[in-house]
């Protein structure tokens, strides 16, 4: 089994671009987002946290406001809905829709050009940010797992048919890919390829995720926040920040809400069309999505709602033929034990970070941790069901329950993970299984805040908001300063440019072999080829 991507199931996608449906976050020019045109931070009045809705924004209106649902454009959504089609199943149908709201309008006006641009600087951004949070030896420097050992190797023996080629499994289309692209440029820039790669696509997926998550977080403050959170993530440097082989693990996360969104125009919709077929086509976890696909169908029985559904349809029928037929190791635990990890690596480090938990294990008090993490967040989840906001509530549950069904299935598959890693200050086994349910965690938290900010009519209610927004704002930043960058166990490795340099030189006394890095052979002609 691979240290990162593949003790279970790997997943990865292609990443949605500057035209996806929406702003960038932090456009500050003024004007609407891109395609979907919502306003962005500093071009819109009276949009803070606590304020009044921005023009364009659905206006707080007390008790008309739950008797005459509306979309964050300010149309009714019964007339949004309208264009969806009647639910199938009627009242059971009725229950579901909510889940899926529709996307605001975009407002006439603004530059396509301009939105495009600040679309641009944010994945830009957002991938600097991502490299430079490693300590030690930088992730440009080195490379992780099966990006060393299996795709770089195989990627430069055979490119065109190892984009097909199973490991561990199954499919995992999206790492094979930007391997393909990589082998393109000399092989002593491997390392910045597979880094950049890695930083590139997390960075892609939050301006997706900032754009499909229009429909349920409606200031846009919350939605640059929920974008954040994702190039931000504290844990992400245990195991899947920077590299190709574990991309798998945000692309999953992004399929959630490519899964959910409503996108209007047809660049929307063909972004979150692609982010779900390489979610599919690279990690059969994608499966524990199909009641959510299920629920869309049954909601929204238009063809015209199902870019993404076919998206995700199409990429797991490429891994069934493979998942069947391949046979895979299989290391079994206990449920307890797949719960005892979610309770440590998800509810506690989605709290107390990555740094938190480690003091925390450190002092001997990592079980009482967890335990008080997972009251927080269970006292946090009965408080935003209890909103009036249906989609809020739909959203959280859906969150939240399919964050813990992923990461318990894929410890029970893969049960070696819960067993605690010897250094777990440097890394923590299995952490990527641990990942997606912590953004989605975060997400239901953020739509949760981003309701009660819309509540209006409640007792001492600018003090409420405000409260609701220091909590979010604090819990979030508080992780994402302490856990900006540390040291991993990669950032220990040896550069790639020494492994490189053995690999020359034995290349130059044996020239008819292949020299081996590790588990998977270089081959020579490549090796020496990168010298001139």
């Not at 890394?427 to 981003?450: C, E, H």
Request: with cysteine; charged share 15%.
């Amino acid at each position: 089994m691979g240290q990162a991507g593949h003790a279970g199931w790997g997943a990865s996608g292609s990443p949605a671009g500057p035209a996806a449906d929406g702003a960038a976050p932090g456009n500050g020019t003024g004007q609407g987002s891109a395609l979907t045109g919502e306003s962005t931070p500093g071009g819109t009045p009276g949009s803070a946290l606590t304020g009044d809705a921005a023009p364009g924004t659905m206006p707080a209106s007390g008790p008309a406001q739950d008797a005459q649902p509306q979309t964050p454009a300010g149309e009714p959504a019964a007339s949004a809905d309208a264009a969806a089609g009647r639910p199938w199943l009627g009242r059971f149908g009725r229950m579901l829709a909510p889940l899926f709201p529709p996307s605001p309008a975009a407002p006439p006006g603004g530059s396509t050009v301009a939105r495009l641009l600040a679309n641009l600087a944010a994945i830009i951004l957002g991938t600097l940010i991502m490299l430079v949070r490693q300590t030690g030896v930088p992730a440009w420097r080195t490379l992780w797992a099966e990006d060393r050992n299996v795709f770089l190797p195989q990627a430069l023996s055979s490119s065109a048919r190892s984009l097909f080629t199973p490991f561990a499994g199954y499919l995992e289309l999206y790492p094979r890919f930007a391997a393909d692209v990589i082998v393109r440029f000399p092989l002593r820039d491997a390392a910045i390829g597979f880094a950049v790669a890695g930083a590139f696509t997390a960075s892609c997926l939050g301006v997706f995720v900032f754009h499909a998550c229009s429909g349920h977080v409606h200031r846009t403050e919350l939605r640059v926040l929920l974008a954040a959170s994702v190039v931000l993530l504290p844990t992400a440097l245990e195991e899947i920040a920077n590299n190709a082989v574990n991309t798998t693990w945000y692309l999953l996360f992004a399929a959630f809400w490519a899964l959910v969104w409503r996108p209007r125009s047809r660049w929307g919709m063909a972004a979150a069309a692609l982010v779900s077929f390489a979610a599919a086509s690279s990690n059969p976890l994608a499966v524990i999505y199909l009641p959510l696909a299920a629920a869309r169908v049954i909601a929204l029985p238009r063809l015209r709602e199902h870019a993404a559904t076919i998206g995700w349809l199409a990429g797991g029928l490429t891994q069934v033929p493979v998942v069947l037929t391949v046979s895979r190791g299989h290391v079994g635990t206990t449920l307890a034990k797949a719960l005892e990890f979610y309770d440590q690596n998800v509810t506690l480090a989605a709290v107390a970070g990555h740094r938190g938990t480690d003091a925390l294990r450190s002092a001997g008090w990592l079980g009482p941790g967890a335990i008080a993490a997972t009251v927080l967040i269970a006292i946090a989840v009965v408080w935003a069901c209890r909103q009036r906001d249906p989609a809020a509530r739909a959203l959280v549950i859906a969150a939240v329950a399919l964050g813990l069904i992923l990461t318990v299935g894929a410890v029970l598959i893969s049960g070696q993970v819960a067993f605690r890693s010897a250094r777990p200050d440097l890394y923590v086994r299995g952490s990527r299984y641990a990942q997606p349910a912590i953004l989605l965690l975060v997400s239901a938290a953020i739509v949760a805040v981003d309701g009660f900010l819309r509540r209006t009519g409640i007792r001492l209610e600018r003090a409420a908001h405000v409260t609701a927004a220091v909590l979010l704002v604090a819990v979030l930043g508080t992780t994402w300063v302490s856990d900006f960058r540390y040291v991993n166990s990669r950032a220990t490795y040896k550069p790639w440019s020494y492994h490189l340099a053995r690999i020359e030189h034995r290349c130059e006394h044996y020239p008819r072999r292949d020299v081996h890095v590790t588990v998977a052979g270089i081959p020579c002609s490549a090796a020496l080829t990168s010298r001139r």
